[in-house]
């Protein structure tokens, strides 16, 4: 049984339209571990003097730190535990900057009933601006005979 916030969220119960969103504040902690857990050492991340050198003028966190606020929101919430990734596109539209309130949202735009697809609008925004934008698409599963 896939239970997310008490309620199974199987393919038969999936609605063009729903939503499901996060808020969370981006830390010098997340970006720091971040960095550890993919490798990704690159300065504008991590070096105030270098990323003073920027257009940015000061740190700015991974662009795909804001894209996994979306994978925990399709694990969590919508469509829930037990949906798998087939596939995300990404736009990134402007940096998340360390303590900066990343607010996600993800919307169900299609069912495509024969591959237990759903298909979805993703956006992160920062004082509600687009900071990401992308659309994925998921496998979920069925409701057990």
Known sequence: M???AGRTKYFEDLQVGQ???????VSEADIVAY???????????????????????ERIAHGI?????????????LP????????????FKGPVKIDDRVESIVRLIELIPEKRRAKFDCLCTVNGKAVLTGEAVL????RPA
């Open 35 to 57: 960095a550890a857990l993919s490798g990704d050492y690159n300065p504008v991340h991590l070096d105030p003097g270098y990323a003073a050198t920027t257009i940015f003028k």
């Open 139 to 142: 496998m979920v599963p069925g």
């Open 65 to 77: 730190l804001s894209a996994g606020y979306i994978s925990a929101l399709f694990g969590m919430k």
């Open 2 to 4: 896939l239970a997310t």
């Open 80 to 91: 829930g535990p037990g949906a798998i990734y087939i596939s995300q596109s990404l736009n």
């Open 19 to 25: 939503e499901a969103s996060m808020s969370r504040v």
